[in-house]
């Protein structure tokens, strides 16, 4: 079946430096969401992007969609303490029945040393 | 508006009892999904209904799970009988038929069973 795989699993990061995070798929997507995860919070959707090479920007945040539509990356610049979560990216299976059905990555949990 | 309601907030039991979570998705969302967060697993989708009929039942761990969807506005995740390995964070999620995709995940119903 179809799996979302994530690297790195856990981000520590030095406030103010830069880090990316990625996200493959053993198969093409649709398109490819990002979510974050504040802890003891609930997953709240970031971003989506659905065109091969696409590359979407949030402030600090920078989304890109590959050229294959296999993978995704999250570069996060000059990283602060409001950044610390999870971050997960989610792919829509490809097969109609399937719907709305969303695969989870197992997130990249971010720590920040101020 | 209001998002996705989950009650209770937080749960705890003994083994063996019986635990009812429920959900109430936004209003007009036709899709609705549970999920079931732990450090070991990560989020696993148990199942998820269209139009209020389950569509997708294979991430229910046994058949101590059941899920139902009487309406469009509400649904319920029934353990019974409940076991320690329950223990979890259990989310709602519901979303929209469209090309979109994404979810709208309630604050979680944390879950301990002793």
């Known amino acids: 079946g179809q799996q979302v795989m994530q690297i790195p699993q856990y981000q520590h990061v030095q406030e103010g430096e830069d880090f990316t995070t990625y996200c493959n798929s053993s198969?093409?997507?649709?398109?490819i969401q990002w979510y974050k995860q504040r802890p003891g919070g609930h997953p709240v959707f970031l971003i989506q992007?659905?065109?091969?090479?696409e590359v979407k920007k949030q402030k600090r945040l920078t989304f890109q969609f590959g050229e294959a539509k296999k993978n995704s990356s999250l570069h996060i610049t000059a990283t602060q303490t409001t950044d610390v979560g999870t971050y997960f990216c989610?792919?829509?299976?490809?097969?109609?029945?399937?719907?709305?059905?969303?695969?989870f990555g197992g997130g990249t949990r971010v720590l920040v040393k101020p | 508006d209001a998002g996705v309601i989950q009650s209770p907030r937080h749960e705890v039991t003994e083994m063996g009892q019986e635990v009812t979570l429920r959900c109430k998705p936004i209003?007009?969302?036709?899709?609705l999904f549970w999920y079931r967060q732990t450090m070991m697993r990560g989020l696993e989708l148990l199942i998820y209904f269209n139009n209020n009929v389950p569509i997708d039942d294979s991430g229910m761990p046994e058949d101590r799970f059941s899920a139902k969807m009487p309406n469009a506005s509400f649904s319920t995740l029934k353990i019974q009988p409940s076991e320690p390995r329950d223990s979890a964070v259990y989310f709602c999620?519901?979303?929209?038929?469209?090309?979109?995709?994404?979810?709208?995940f309630g604050p979680g119903t944390r879950l301990t069973v002793t």
């Open positions: 999620a519901s979303s929209l038929a469209r090309q979109t995709y994404e979810q709208y």
């Open positions: 209003s007009g969302h036709d899709y």
């Open positions: 198969t093409t997507l649709s398109n």
């Open positions: 989610a792919g829509p299976k490809m097969i109609k029945a399937a719907g709305n059905k969303l695969t």
């Open positions: 992007l659905v065109k091969s090479g």
